[in-house]
């Protein structure tokens, strides 16, 4: 066996498919064998360099980033990150139990005013629109609105009125700690607007 | 902590950060790129021989891995379905630049160096051992053909039969381009090697 007919077949001595010839040739021949200890050396150094090298910082700072903004996970100063994150924020418990309770107060609202007549206050007879909303006014601003009201609808609207004005300030302090988070203002702005409706429907109420 | 306790650990820790990872659990999502980054990006640069290209890559392998996550069965090693990932997002990377991944047919003459065949000439010994970095940079130099096949097979593992179905070539192919590979390298090596040997 020639030099160049064993360097033709290589390869397959490589992998191992060396026969009794290939074996001879390389006994005799040093360069071949040389050869085949260099591209031996070489197969076996690659091995070494598997999982050698680390990335740099930017790259899990951007993994994470791309994670968050897709929705993948949730933003890490966000409560209830470890719960739910990768379903749909509003999805979440907590953002759930709020929203059944302040549509809860507005069905009970809603029922409450259509229960019947109950005594009229003069003054508020006189109002046939609803007081003015105001998104900041307090429990005691809503208090003094519906001062005017019979004892019991005064009860009735200012516990519904306290847990709404409650659910605001939870959902203000959440926009003001997360300005990027959507979902936190359009359930403040739900919010507002339960509030409105429990308004409208004392208003509405003290005038029938 | 001994060593098989300590994989059976990793083990442990790997398998709850994927169904932790599952729900969206931000934690574990870093616990599982740092687990594989280095293998990642290590294939990415052997493949690509650019840093910054290596790390783009990385990113884009992990994310297409993390989108999935929640569709991952077991089926495989955890391991094995995100290197897979790694190679495509790479391969594909090489396809965009126009790069010829592999040449179709294995006797075609290409644009690569084509490593010159020893006859009977006793050159610089290699000794047996390879310096690891003069393998990384003569591997750098490698004709981008040569060195996905080279870092498929030596260096990351795969067979034959996987590196065909994944560059698209037939599996002599794949042969003869990583015979042609380690040629070369060896050629750049003793370059090296005689360069180094000059200087004084």
């Known amino acids: 066996m020639t030099c160049i007919e064993f360097q033709d077949i290589l ?90 309770a302040i549509a809860l107060i507005a069905v009970g609202a809603f029922f409450y005013s259509n229960r019947g007549p109950t005594s009229i206050h003069p003054q508020l007879s006189n109002n046939t629109q609803a007081a003015p909303l105001s998104p900041g006014a307090t429990d005691d601003d809503d208090l003094a609105l519906l001062g005017q009201m019979s004892p019991a609808e005064r009860a009735f609207y200012a516990d519904d009125l306290q847990t709404v004005n409650n659910f605001i300030r939870d959902a203000e302090t959440t926009v003001a700690q997360n300005p990027e988070d959507d979902d936190a203002r359009h359930f403040l702005m739900d919010a507002y607007q339960q509030r409105a409706m429990v308004y409208s429907l004392a208003m509405d109420r003290s005038v029938q | 902590m001994t060593g098989a306790k300590k994989k059976q650990g990793d083990k442990l820790s790997e398998a709850d950060a994927i169904e932790r990872a599952k729900l969206g659990d931000p934690e574990a999502f870093e616990i599982l790129y740092h687990l594989h980054k280095r293998r990642v990006y290590s294939l990415c640069l052997r493949m690509t021989a650019n840093a910054a290209e290596a790390e783009d890559l990385t990113q884009e392998a992990f994310m297409q891995l993390f989108r999935k996550v929640a569709s991952f069965r077991g089926e495989s090693a955890f391991s094995t379905w995100l290197h897979r990932m790694a190679v495509n997002v790479v391969l594909m990377q090489l396809r965009k630049k126009g790069l010829q991944v592999v040449p179709l047919d294995e006797n075609a003459e290409t644009d690569e160096d084509t490593p010159k065949k020893d006859f009977g000439t006793q050159d610089i010994v290699l000794e047996g051992s390879i310096d690891r970095l003069r393998l990384q940079t003569a591997i750098g130099k490698l004709p981008p053909g040569y060195r996905t096949i080279f870092v498929l097979h030596d260096v990351e593992g795969y067979e034959h039969n996987e590196i065909a179905e994944m560059v698209g070539c037939s599996i002599g192919n794949s042969k003869s381009q990583l015979h042609k590979a380690r040629m070369k390298l060896r050629e750049l090596l003793r370059t090296s090697r005689a360069e180094k040997a000059i200087k004084p």
């Open chain 1, 11 to 100: 390869p397959d001595v490589l992998e191992g498919e060396a026969d009794a010839a290939h074996a001879a040739h390389l006994m005799s021949c040093p360069s071949c064998s040389e050869l085949v200890s260099d591209l031996r050396a070489i197969a076996s150094g690659a091995k070494l360099l598997c999982g050698d090298d680390e990335p740099s910082p930017r790259v899990w700072a951007n993994i994470q980033r791309t994670l968050e903004a897709e929705g993948i996970i949730r933003p890490a100063t966000q409560p209830g990150a470890m719960l739910f994150p990768q379903q749909r924020k509003w999805f979440s418990p907590a953002w759930l139990t709020a929203a059944a």
